[in-house]
């Protein structure tokens, strides 16, 4: 079982940054692949990014370039660097855990364990 808390959101101005951070509770974040997801109101939640949990990233191409994925296993935290924002990107984004080690995951579905969510806010 893993718990996740999020957090680093907030409201920002287009064209700044945010770090969002994902703290994971148990002692086997190393192994678990994680991914990032956003869900803006009245959309479906979507792809942002993920990172596999020996190596190697994966992004959304609405993203690509600007965000930037990254893990600390000794802190059992994963980021999502946010740069260049821009006011499409307001959303509440989700940190999500996948066992058993299969890689880059880039569907809700091949998640098992989420957390509650961080909202962020872009201003124009």
């Known amino acids: 079982q893993v718990q996740l808390v999020e957090s680093g959101g907030g409201l920002v101005q287009a064209g700044g940054s945010l770090r969002l951070s994902c703290a994971a509770s148990g002692r086997t974040f190393s192994g678990y692949d994680m991914g990032w997801f956003r869900q803006a109101p009245g959309k479906e939640r979507e792809f942002v990014a993920a990172i596999a949990w020996i190596s190697g990233t994966g992004y959304a191409d609405s993203v690509k370039g600007r965000f930037t994925i990254s893990r600390d296993n000794a802190k059992n935290t994963v980021y999502l660097q946010m740069n260049s924002l821009k006011p499409e990107d307001t959303a509440v984004y989700y940190c999500?855990?996948?066992?058993?080690?299969?890689?880059?995951?880039?569907?809700?579905?091949?998640?098992?364990?989420w957390g509650q969510g961080t909202q962020v806010t872009v201003s124009s």
């Open positions: 999500a855990a996948g066992s058993k080690r299969i890689g880059i995951r880039l569907t809700s579905d091949r998640y098992d364990y």
